[in-house]
Every structure is written in structure tokens, then in C-alpha cells.
């Protein structure tokens, strides 16, 4: 997911797409950990996902104050 789709989302969908990124985040890491994952490039994907909806509900954030 890149920057102009997450841009095109609504508050509610930003925060529900951050959970379930979240929670996949946490299941990838703990199967990493477990035993290896065939691309362990897709966690650093998924978690700088995670930062970029992070980031654009505090822009969101911050321009409705």
C-alpha cells in the first residue's frame, strides 16, 4: 500500500487498515521467530506501512486542530 492509496482512505478505514497491518505485523514476527518466513522482507514492508498510516492520522490529526 502506497502513500496515495492510504491518502484516499477515510479516518475509519485508516484506522481499521492499522489493526489488521498491526496484528499481521505481530503474526508475521512471531512465525519469523518461530521458524523462518520465506521473505522476511515483507515484515520491514508491513511495518513501514504501518508507519505510513501512522503518519497521515497525526497529519490528519494536527490540520483538524
Not at 3 to 29: F, G, P, T, W, Y
Amino acid at each position: 500500500m502506497d502513500n496515495k492509496q492510504i491518502v484516499e482512505l477515510s479516518d475509519k478505514e485508516l484506522v481499521q487498515e492499522l489493526k489488521e497491518r498491526r496484528a499481521h505485523l505481530n503474526k508475521m514476527k512471531l512465525n519469523h521467530k518461530v521458524s523462518d518466513i520465506e521473505n522476511p522482507m515483507l515484515i520491514r514492508s508491513n511495518r513501514r506501512t504501518v508507519a505510513r498510516i501512522k503518519t497521515e492520522l497525526t497529519a490528519r490529526k494536527n490540520a483538524a486542530k
